[in-house]
């Protein structure tokens, strides 16, 4: 989508004071030849402001103020390492080919080295639109296939359930004439007390970078095979992980314990807002009946400097599939106050997917420990 109007100066310059971080104004004006030499914001600002900028600089400047338009999301499936060659074969093979003429599904492929490929996905998707009745607009998915010594990982980027979707159908592809054994990292595999348990050691996880400062969002699900007798078991374990006590029954109960039971008895998932979610009462009540964590949003900041992420696990259900992905980012600063200021800035797409596939592996090895081998078989309608 292309702007329409030319911007104001005084536009331009709140851009830059309030959403757009210095890096990337230094980068949208180096390549012209204009070096900004200021400290405060407001001075860089009004610095800007005054240069002729074109439609594509202005372009840029949208773009980064989209943010959701710019944060990776991505999945994962896992391949024995010993089945990674003749997988890598079989891809090699499918180099452009047409999968899907419905939708002039075409796939890619770029080998990197004996260990690494790419492989673009691009297909067509109709909408209803604006000018169109029907709008096509073209998508594309990238999967890298990265061999580590133990496993295979097959990572690919998302934007929507059709994505996970097409990343699917191509493997299901491969499966026509070869069978190996990919696995994906679902919640159903795990028993109801490990589902929170996976959550619980990615918190206390001692990151290299960077550092849990808080969790500020929690999808919590009910077990629909729960029964009340398993109370004792989940407690203990789940009481462990958490590093939380739950309140010996009383025989008196509160007001807020008695809206609490109702609350229980009438939900079957729920997303619950705040700071330090995992502290709190509420949450440690609901896990021992027989709910557990489904999603998590974490505040992370990094170690050597200013920078921040917003990181979300996500493990959806229609179709069943993990999402990873970054949904805010940026730096800290002070003002001339000294309180401390969040200044968003989207880290570029190869900052993004280190992030994400570090935090997949970890995720990876925490999961492994508590997987137990199932045959599932994944709904294929769209959440």
């Not at 078991?233 to 739950?246: D, G, I, P, T």
């Amino acid at each position: 989508m292309y702007l329409k109007k030319y911007p104001y100066k005084n536009n331009i310059k709140k851009v830059v004071e309030k959403y757009i971080s210095l890096r990337d104004t230094q980068d949208l004006l180096k390549p012209k030849g204009i070096l900004i030499s200021a400290l405060k914001r407001e001075d860089i600002a009004n610095l800007t402001k005054d240069y002729y900028l074109s439609q594509k600089d202005f372009q840029e400047l949208k773009q980064l103020l989209d943010s959701p338009n710019n944060f990776k999301k991505m999945g994962r499936y896992m391949l024995p390492v010993k089945e990674s060659e003749e997988f890598r074969e079989s891809l090699e093979s499918m180099n452009g080919k047409v999968l899907d003429h419905s939708d002039n599904t075409k796939v890619n492929i770029e080998v990197l080295d004996e260990n690494k490929m790419n492989v673009y996905i691009q297909y067509e998707e109709q909408r209803p639109g604006l000018i169109e009745l029907l709008e096509t607009t073209t998508k594309n998915i990238v999967v890298n296939v990265d061999n580590s010594d133990k496993v295979c990982n097959v990572n690919y980027t998302l934007n929507s359930a059709s994505d996970y979707k097409k990343v699917k159908d191509l493997l299901n592809y491969i499966q026509l004439d070869n069978s190996y054994n990919f696995k994906e990292l679902l919640l159903s595999e795990l028993e109801t007390k490990n589902r929170t348990n996976l959550f619980a050691d990615f918190f206390q996880y001692n990151f290299k970078e960077w550092e849990i400062t808080k969790i500020t969002q929690i999808k919590i699900k009910k077990d629909s095979n729960y029964r009340a007798e398993q109370v004792d078991q989940v407690n203990e374990q789940v009481n462990e992980q958490v590093a939380a006590s739950v309140a010996e029954p009383s025989d008196v109960q509160t007001d807020n314990e008695i809206m609490e039971e109702v609350i229980l008895e009438g939900i079957n998932s729920a997303l619950l807002s705040g700071e330090n979610l995992i502290e709190n009462s509420f949450i440690k009540k609901v896990l021992t009946q027989g709910f557990y964590f489904s999603m998590s949003c974490i505040r992370f900041e990094n170690k050597n400097n200013a920078n921040f992420i917003d990181f979300v696990i996500d493990f959806k259900s229609r179709p069943e599939r993990l999402e990873t992905k970054i949904i805010e980012s940026g730096e800290y600063s002070s003002d001339a106050n000294g309180d401390i200021l969040e200044t968003r800035r989207i880290f570029n797409e190869d900052i993004q997917s280190q992030i994400i596939n570090e935090f997949n592996d970890i995720l990876c090895k925490i999961f492994m420990d508590y997987s137990q081998p199932l045959n599932i078989e994944i709904d294929t309608e769209i959440e």
